[in-house]
């Protein structure tokens, strides 16, 4: 109740699609009836919750924030709500994103833009995306958690400029089943809450293998636990590649500060080097808009979601529908996917960045099992704290954009678990976060180390 009060009271801020009112209230009365032992076995019981609108949730409308989805009501819920509401969360509601999770900042939805709850006495400051709408809802006190995706740092940007936890789980760890896909082999869906404790309790409750996604892992789940480890024994890797152009001096202060501090308390560290970073963003870009053309095809104004009234012939109703459904961000993707995939350009470009996300995954593979190995890497989130809505949408910060993703989106091409920690208020006033990254199933070290470090 006091949360979806809460989210009333901040709707200034526009994190939520849709409020779900009428789910908690039912919540809260049923959850009044449980005896104390059916509680116990529920570890989330009345814990709020919300989730981006690009999870599948039945009889509630699951928009991705455009045109094309607008009236859709899924008939089937995505395995990761399942598995919450099953473990006693409540649902606050869906929150806003960028158009079918293409961007970074939560300012490309149809419902408008989402706006970052730290005080600033200038213009409004972006939330950061593209679950903006989850992390804005944590951080503005509206729900305990809330889930996101992630194909290229869409948990993580967003809980770094709003000061919350962000964590990208291993790909194949949590289940894709109900995510409406962006990138397939990519696309994780991540975590937002205030500490690692209820990230853990909320990772330990959604992953693990499941039916409905074949790409998720058969191994059983072993629940993470959070204990007080000894950093002697952990090393850490500085990967001087992520010192980057456009990263602002504090930020790079702070990923200095936070090494030294961590050296203080006997963790070993070193730099490290993963030289193929700086082609990431372009091979990510390509793969990306390779994979949305293929996705998008299945909203042909036919099958399911919007249809133009135009009756002329299909090809019209196709287009036509495709022109008024999506906004200019998903149309160009898909036209530039459709060009890298005709068959005489197949070979140069997509091909070629399929090779380079191998080189990709080599580097992490190298630092992390090659002789030196390191444990986990401590990198910065994003280049600077979060910008302001004028600065971030004008022309020329739009067609910089990738760069926002710098830092968090090669995880998503070498498939590896990533944490996104606030740290401290930069000189604006804004949070700044640094994150950490480890090799794939190392949630239970990655989890563990960012506790010492929040
Ligand atoms: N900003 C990236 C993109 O637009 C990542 C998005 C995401 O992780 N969903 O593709």
Redesign the pocket.
């Known amino acids: 109740d006091l949360c979806i009060q809460r989210a009333k009271q901040k709707s200034e801020l526009n994190a939520f699609i849709t409020l779900t009112e009428e789910i908690a209230e039912n919540h809260a009365i049923e959850s009044e009836k449980r005896t104390y032992i059916d509680k116990k076995m529920r570890p989330l019981e009345g814990i709020t919750i919300a989730i981006k609108d690009n999870f599948c949730t039945k009889n509630i409308p699951t928009t991705c924030a455009s045109n094309m989805l607008k009236n859709f009501v899924p008939t089937y819920d995505a395995t990761v709500y399942s598995r919450l509401i099953n473990s006693g969360a409540c649902l606050v509601g869906k929150s806003n994103l960028d158009e079918f999770?293409?961007?970074?900042g939560t300012v490309d939805s149809i419902f408008g833009p989402t706006r970052n709850p730290w005080f600033s006495s200038e213009d409004w400051k972006i939330s950061g995306g593209?679950s903006g709408g989850s992390a804005v809802s944590v951080s503005s006190g509206s729900c305990v958690a809330a889930i996101g995706?992630?194909?290229?740092?869409?948990t993580r940007n967003p809980a770094a400029l709003c000061g919350v936890i962000g964590l990208k789980p291993t790909y194949g760890l949590v289940s894709r089943y109900g995510l409406i896909p962006?990138v397939n082999s990519m696309d994780v869906p991540g975590i937002l809450a205030r500490n690692i404790d209820d990230t853990t309790k909320i990772l330990n409750c959604v992953a693990g293998p499941d039916t409905l996604d074949a790409t998720t892992v058969k191994k059983p789940f072993k629940p993470i636990n959070i204990t007080d480890i000894d950093l002697s024994q952990i090393k850490i890797g500085i990967p001087v590649e992520y010192h980057c152009e456009g990263m602002s001096t504090e930020v790079i202060g702070l990923w200095r500060h936070i090494a030294d501090l961590l050296e203080n308390e006997k963790c070993q560290i070193q730099s490290v080097t993963l030289p193929h970073t700086s082609v990431s963003i372009a091979a990510y870009s390509i793969l990306?808009q390779c994979e949305v053309a293929s996705n998008m095809a299945r909203y042909d104004g036919l099958e399911f979601g919007l249809r133009t009234s135009e009756d002329y012939s299909t090809e019209e109703l196709y287009a036509s529908t495709r022109c008024i459904g999506f906004n200019n961000v998903v149309r160009s993707r898909i036209f530039a996917g459709n060009y890298f995939l005709l068959t005489r350009n197949y070979e140069k470009y997509f091909l070629k960045a399929l090779r380079l996300r191998r080189l990709i995954s080599d580097d992490f593979n190298k630092v992390f099992n090659g002789p030196n190995s390191v444990d986990l890497l401590l990198t910065p989130t994003t280049l600077t704290d979060a910008p302001t809505y004028n600065d971030f949408t004008s022309k020329h910060n739009r067609d910089q954009c990738a760069l926002?993703?710098y830092c968090t989106?090669p995880a998503n091409m070498a498939g590896i678990p990533a944490v996104s920690i606030p740290i401290r208020v930069s000189t604006n006033n804004m949070p700044l976060s640094l994150q950490l990254m480890g090799p794939a199933f190392s949630e239970q070290v990655l989890l563990n180390v960012a506790k010492r470090i929040e």
């Open positions: 999770a293409m961007g970074s593209s995706s992630d194909t290229g740092g869409s962006l990306n926002q993703d989106q």
